[in-house]
């Protein structure tokens, strides 16, 4: 059905900030028509600009959106929502000066919610993350990633990855979800090394899931303890051949040339990056894979942030999201995250910005979003504020509403 909003305070097309890939952006680039009117279908944007302007047969259909913001959909391309209890006494005794190694050893981290997700049943997993879902949408965020990973058996990341793609056929269109496997999240205690849990387990059920066409890309804990670099080049490689996309957990708790093997492998985007080296920094600004920030976990965990002004002076392409998961990262607001973090990362309001939707639909390889021109996706985000600064200058407050 065809559509004309009008008289909205701004849209914020990001034109310009898409006509240069998403890279070395100045506040222009956000390219913001005022007073401003867009018509659109179910597939796509027909027109753009300013409600004086609006052409003579689109004026019959028009609603009127004062005191409105248009933006490119808020999208939030990292998170594990699917998952069983949480680690909420955790998190106290982690202020309570314990730290995170400890944590582990005594049975918390990754492997408790390993055990929550595991008796769980399905359908409070689905619910539950029905829930979760239901609150980033009511913020403003139209495009969800979602990856697997607390079941770390054959069995349980077998039903997760399928229940992620119920949670995908349930929502599409009005909520889009990607589906990433990241069966190699972790090593359960009962395999060493890890190359004997991705051959026996991840490796293989990779294959079953691949015919099933539920999997938009593979993801993988690349570091020191937990998953090597010849493990990456094997599951890569595998996904590769099966044409499945590559996504990867990266120089978070080491510099251990992630981001390196994430351009060598093609990935859409290498995430964390908080000890990414120069030369990493270098490869990503020369590439197309996204370079993804987490800025909540490491606030979260009392952590330094990633380098965030290194990539993008040196020409990266930067996306921000939330890494909402029960263990260091409880934060489900991708753009409160991204508020709060502009500041410490010394970005300006484009980069910010692009980082929730040009760039983080890019690390999802989602096409024709993340730009409000014409021929484009009408995936938007609508915000009942006065202007786009108005929306991170009160942080933390939600201004999302539905489309009219
Ligand atoms: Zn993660």
């Not at 600009?49 to 052409?55: H, V, W």
């Not at 263990?327 to 010394?346: E, F, P, R, Y």
């Not at 970005?347 to 730009?371: D, F, M, R, Y």
């Amino acid at each position: 059905m065809l559509k004309a909003l009008t008289d909205l305070n701004e849209i914020v097309t990001m034109k310009s900030a898409y006509s240069k890939d998403g890279r070395n952006l100045h506040p222009d680039d956000l390219s913001i028509i005022k007073n401003a009117a867009i018509v659109y279908d179910e597939s796509k944007i027909l027109w753009v600009g300013e409600t004086s302007k609006l052409p003579e047969q689109y004026k019959n259909l028009v609603q009127r959106l004062p005191g409105h913001v248009l933006t490119p959909e808020v999208v939030d391309s990292h998170t594990h929502i699917v998952f069983g209890g949480d680690r909420a006494q955790e998190y106290a005794d982690r202020l309570n000066g314990i730290s995170y190694e400890e944590i582990a050893k005594r049975g918390g981290g990754i492997l408790f919610t390993m055990k929550r997700t595991n008796e769980a049943s399905l359908d409070d997993l689905f619910n539950s993350a029905c829930e979760r879902i239901e609150r980033l949408n009511s913020y403003g965020v139209g495009s969800i990633e979602i990856k697997s990973g607390y079941g770390l058996n054959f069995d349980r990341e077998l039903e997760v990855s399928l229940l992620i793609d119920r949670l995908k056929k349930k929502y599409s269109p009005r909520i889009q979800i990607f589906n990433t496997y990241l069966a190699a999240h972790d090593v359960p205690k009962s395999f060493s090394p890890s190359t004997e849990y991705l051959e026996q387990v991840v490796l293989p059920l990779l294959e079953k899931l691949a015919p099933l066409r539920v999997i938009d890309a593979v993801d993988i804990f690349h570091e020191k303890n937990y998953f090597n670099e010849q493990d990456v080049d094997l599951l890569f490689s595998r996904a590769q051949s099966l044409g499945i996309a590559r996504k990867i957990h990266a120089d978070e708790l080491n510099d251990n040339a992630g981001a390196t093997l994430a351009v060598k492998h093609g990935a859409l985007s290498a995430d964390h990056l908080l000890k990414i080296s120069n030369d990493g920094i270098k490869l990503l600004s020369k590439n197309s894979t996204v370079a993804t920030l987490l800025p909540g976990t490491a606030f979260f965990l009392g952590k330094p942030l990633a380098p965030a002004r290194a990539l993008l002076d040196a020409g990266a392409k930067v996306a921000i999201a939330s890494d909402y998961n029960p263990g260091s990262c409880h934060c489900d607001n991708v753009l409160l995250v991204a508020s709060m973090a502009a500041a410490q990362l010394k970005i300006n309001q484009a980069e910010l910005w692009a980082g929730i939707t040009l760039n983080a639909s890019a690390a999802l390889g989602l096409k024709n979003q993340g730009v409000i021109t014409a021929g484009m996706k009408p995936r938007f985000s609508l915000f009942k504020t006065e202007s786009l600064s108005h929306i991170t200058y009160n942080w933390g407050r939600n201004f999302a509403v539905s489309l009219p």
